[in-house]
């Protein structure tokens, strides 16, 4: 079954640290990871895309990261800034098409 | 661009009223998403169309549930009849192609069914 889990559920961090986010899926034939940021009440906004030949993908401050062999991804934010706070969402496309999962996403919490 | 518009922000209707969701795509993009989010689960693609025609609607929860992209500019998602379960966001997203697949989503629609 095609699915796509993300950790923590949620994470609280104080400005200015660092934190990564987690991705495990078990979805084929793997087309592509995509990595969104999603503030309250907005739409989810793309921060990086990676296909199988890709192992890192880097977006200002923002560093994802693939390995395809164990189906892992995970988002490194550095430095994070108030603005940060949002929902991170996993998520992975099946070859051929638009057929997307989507993981449930992680709550991040920055305090100043 | 003004990016992907969806109207309305808000919606409050009465169970087993019809709800038209609409979206206007950012210009040239050749795909255009619907998409529901709810917090028991999370995002869901409900249907796609490729050049205004529908691809996948694979998603659509039930024959309640229409959507419709009469040009390359404008689609709706409409509900009829709807019901409480059907309380969620809507959001709409476009893309240019297969090979970015970089979707830029809409604000979405804050529909609640009495």
């Known amino acids: 079954k095609n699915q796509v889990e993300q950790s923590p559920q949620s994470l609280i961090i104080l400005e200015g640290k660092n934190c990564t986010l987690q991705?495990?899926?078990?979805?084929?034939?793997?087309?592509?990871l995509r990595w969104y940021k999603q503030d309250t009440g907005r739409g989810p906004v793309s921060l990086t895309i990676m296909t199988f030949s890709e192992n890192t993908k880097s977006n200002g401050r923002y560093t994802a990261t693939l390995d395809a062999d164990t189906k892992q991804s995970s988002l490194h934010i550095t430095a994070s800034q108030l603005s940060d706070s949002a929902s991170y969402i996993c998520v992975v496309s099946v070859t051929g098409g638009f057929k997307t999962i989507f993981g449930a996403g992680t709550r991040l919490f920055v305090k100043a | 661009d003004a990016g992907v518009i969806q109207s309305p922000r808000h919606e409050v209707t009465e169970m087993g009223q019809e709800v038209t969701l609409r979206c206007k795509p950012i210009s040239g993009h050749d795909y255009l998403f619907w998409y529901r989010q709810t917090m028991m689960r999370g995002l869901e693609l409900l249907i796609y169309f490729n050049n205004n025609v529908p691809i996948d609607d694979s998603g659509m929860p039930e024959d309640r549930f229409s959507a419709k992209m009469p040009n390359a500019s404008f689609s709706t998602l409409k509900i009829q009849p709807s019901e409480p379960r059907d309380s969620a966001v809507y959001f709409c997203?476009?893309?240019?192609?297969?090979?970015?697949?970089?979707?830029?989503f809409g604000a979405g629609t804050r529909l609640s069914v009495l």
């Open positions: 997203a476009s893309t240019p192609g297969l090979a970015k697949n970089i979707q830029y």
């Open positions: 991705c495990n899926y078990t979805v084929s034939p793997f087309s592509n």
